[in-house]
């Protein structure tokens, strides 16, 4: 039987002879993958390791600060926040239409990035958090579809002209397999099962034009979602909970006056392989509470909805 434990002790053995004396970079990004290849060079080459978490201004809440606090309280790693978010905001000005959007977020992380890394002295190797269902999906090229995807989107993927050597730890497991590894290296539950987070970021839930007051508005009300589901215990059984801010505006009563503010949806899904998935039947109670305190709450909102479309035909992101 395949033991994990024997994996973890390998897998740093042949990190340690392959890397040397030398410096490897890696790519935080928030999610599980990133945070468990580099809790593993952590382990391997600890004070050779230098990360590196590009902030777009487009990250859920508090998520650097979860981050940032495992990487250099935990793991003591010498980690570089790269302060992004005014100049993604400015590339992404007046830009609507969502292709566009994940184009100009995928270059102008790789800008940022490309920028950091070359500050670190004696960088040879660079550690990504590729799984074995990106090997396969990509059919076993670096330049099959699934490998564009993330190269565009996720730190999962850096062009090779930045020309460092690829260091890839997790090719060989399953998501399972890596939530395991990483509990096993010691990272936190709350790491470990954070539902996947696109690339792109909040930028593909803020329907149409990208503002640092709509992103605030959005931020404040997916946290609300996120931890109303985690209060109720139904965000492990969830495969992803969030909220979409609509460029729609409706009308609503306040006091004795009225108002004309935007529309919030709220979309929860469960899902195996993300290729299909249906609406998250959720307690209707959890739901009212999700709406008021979303109305209540959040400025700027006085409608939420909750999304019934199941994939396909509808996607899981609504951008
Ligand atoms: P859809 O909306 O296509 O989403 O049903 C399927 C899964 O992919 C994620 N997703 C993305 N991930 N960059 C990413 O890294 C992207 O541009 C992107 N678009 C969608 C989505 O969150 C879901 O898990």
Redesign the pocket.
Known sequence: QWRLGDFADEAVDAIRQRVGTSRVICGLSGGVDSAVVAALLAKAIGPQLTCILVDNGLLRKDEEIAVVREFTEHFKTDLHVVKAEERFLAKLAGVTEPQTK?KIIGGEFIVCFREEAAKVEDARFLAQGTLYPDVIESGGSPDGPAAS??L???VGGLPKELGFELIEPLRDLFKDEVRRLGLQLGLPEEIIWRH?????GLA?RCLGEVTAEKLHALREADAIVVGEIKAAGLYRQT??AFAVLLPVQSVGVMGDGRTYENALAVRCVNTDD??T?DWSHLPHDLLSRISTRVINEVKGVNRVVYDISS?PP?????E
Do not use: D, L, Y
């Not at 996947?196 to 792109?200: D, E, M, V, Y």
């Not at 509808?314 to 609504?318: D, F, G, K, L, N």
């Open positions: 994940r995807i993330k565009h989107h996720n996947p987070f696109p690339g792109p593909v495969s992803q993300f290729m998935a994939k509808a996607t899981i992101e609504w």
